[in-house]
């Protein structure tokens, strides 16, 4: 596992299945550490980004179910990330905390999904506008996640579109979710109030 400023802060939340605000809490109180950076799957904009463990990190604050000092949430992320497939961390004496057990596979999903964002996932300005899509089709992530939000299986959109990988599919709806649409709706969005 590398330690390079890969993921945004929402995909963190996301995948560590943890609120945005354990995330940002964190950034604020300088527990951890920000990057600038971009990735094909980001397009050319410079974004916020956080290191793989940043994932254990809020999967274990979110899971651990206690207020722990600025300094304790320190001690976390130091022994996370010297160890962070270790089963305990030791942020105290005579205190450990069994990483492992608060956090499960959040840090294959996150290799997983990290591997199939930067596979498969493009923003380029000269396919619709820059929208993020699927490589090769002009399938948009959101047109995606609409599709599963709306209650259609994974497997019938395979099914229409046999030549996409579940991979493909399953980073397009993380990536949706996490780097949502900006600006103004389009269409009738109050027509789904009704």
Same mark, same amino acid.
């Given at each position: 596992?590398?330690?390079?400023?890969?993921?945004?802060?929402?995909?963190?939340?996301?995948?560590?299945?943890?609120?945005?605000?354990?995330?940002?809490?964190?950034?604020?109180?300088?527990?951890?550490?920000?990057?600038?950076?971009?990735?094909?799957?980001? =397009?050319? %904009?410079?974004?916020?980004?956080?290191?793989?463990?940043?994932?254990?990190?809020?999967?274990?604050?979110? =899971?651990? =179910?206690?207020?722990?000092?600025?300094?304790?949430? %320190?001690?976390?992320?130091?022994?996370?990330?010297?160890?962070?497939?270790?089963?305990?961390?030791?942020?105290?004496?005579?205190?450990?905390? &069994?990483?492992?057990?608060?956090?499960?596979?959040?840090?294959?999903?996150?290799?997983?999904?990290?591997?199939?964002?930067?596979?498969?996932?493009?923003?380029?300005?000269?396919?619709?506008?820059?929208?993020?899509?699927?490589?090769?089709?002009?399938?948009?992530?959101?047109?995606?996640?609409?599709?599963?939000?709306? =209650?259609?299986?994974?497997?019938?959109?395979?099914?229409?579109?046999? &030549?996409?990988?579940?991979?493909?599919?399953?980073?397009?709806?993380?990536?949706? %979710?996490?780097?949502?649409?900006?600006?103004?709706?389009?269409?009738?969005?109050?027509?789904?109030?009704?």
């Amino acid at each position: 596992m590398t330690a390079a400023a890969v993921l945004t802060p929402s995909e963190v939340a996301e995948l560590a299945g943890a609120s945005i605000r354990v995330v940002e809490k964190a950034i604020e109180e300088r527990v951890l550490s920000v990057r600038f950076g971009s990735s094909p799957a980001m =397009g050319r %904009r410079s974004r916020r980004m956080l290191p793989v463990y940043s994932v254990v990190y809020a999967a274990t604050i979110a =899971g651990l =179910g206690l207020k722990l000092s600025i300094a304790h949430k %320190r001690e976390l992320v130091r022994g996370i990330a010297r160890r962070p497939r270790g089963k305990r961390v030791k942020v105290a004496p005579a205190v450990e905390i &069994d990483v492992g057990q608060l956090v499960g596979d959040a840090l294959e999903r996150t290799e997983k999904y990290r591997a199939a964002r930067d596979a498969f996932i493009v923003v380029d300005d000269e396919i619709k506008g820059g929208t993020p899509v699927i490589r090769g089709t002009r399938m948009t992530v959101y047109s995606v996640l609409g599709r599963v939000t709306h =209650g259609e299986p994974i497997d019938d959109i395979l099914g229409d579109n046999p &030549d996409l990988s579940r991979a493909a599919l399953e980073a397009a709806v993380v990536y949706a %979710r996490t780097h949502p649409m900006v600006g103004r709706p389009g269409g009738r969005p109050w027509a789904d109030a009704l």
